[in-house]
C-alpha cells in the first residue's frame, strides 16, 4: 500500500507561484512512477507532470511545460511540483499519484489510469 498526503495549495495572483508537495509511505516499488494531476470544476483530471522516481526522467502536459518544475526528494520521500508563473486557468485541485505501473514506461502518456495510489487533494486558486 502507498500513502499520499499533499500540501502546499492556496491562493495566489496570476504570474506568481506556488510550491505543492506529496508526503509519500508505503511500498517503494509501487512508487516508480509518481505525477501531478488536476481537476478543474466540470472538467475531466488531466495529467500535469509525471517523473520515474529511480532515473528522475520526467514529463509534462503542453499547458504547463516550461512553467512547471516535477521534483522529488528522495530522502524524505517527498514528491513536489514547483508552479511558476501561474495562470487563472491553473486553477484547480490538484493531486499526487503513484504506481509501479507493472513495470512499463506508462509516465510519459499522463493517463490517471495509469495511478492506483492517489492523494486527497489540494486546491490552487488563481486570481487575474
Known amino acids: 500500500q502507498v500513502r499520499l498526503v499533499e500540501s502546499g495549495g492556496g491562493s495566489v495572483q496570476a504570474g506568481g507561484s506556488l510550491r505543492l508537495s506529496c508526503a509519500a509511505s508505503?511500498?517503494?516499488?509501487?512508487?516508480?512512477?509518481m505525477a501531478w494531476f488536476r481537476q478543474a470544476p466540470g472538467k475531466e483530471r488531466e495529467g500535469v507532470a509525471s517523473?520515474?522516481?529511480?532515473?528522475?526522467?520526467?514529463y509534462y502536459a503542453d499547458s504547463v511545460k516550461g512553467r512547471f518544475t516535477i521534483s522529488q526528494d528522495n530522502a524524505k520521500n517527498t514528491l513536489y511540483l514547483l508552479m511558476n508563473s501561474l495562470k487563472p486557468e491553473d486553477t484547480a485541485m490538484y493531486y499526487c499519484?503513484?504506481?509501479?505501473?507493472?513495470?512499463?514506461?506508462?509516465?510519459?502518456?499522463?493517463?490517471?489510469?495509469?495511478?492506483?495510489?492517489w492523494g486527497q487533494g489540494t486546491q490552487v486558486t488563481v486570481s487575474s
Open positions: 499519484a503513484a504506481d509501479s505501473c507493472g513495470g512499463t514506461w506508462c509516465g510519459s502518456s499522463l493517463r490517471d489510469a495509469d495511478y492506483n495510489y
Open positions: 517523473i520515474y522516481t529511480n532515473y528522475g526522467t520526467t
Open positions: 508505503g511500498n517503494t516499488y509501487s512508487r516508480n512512477w
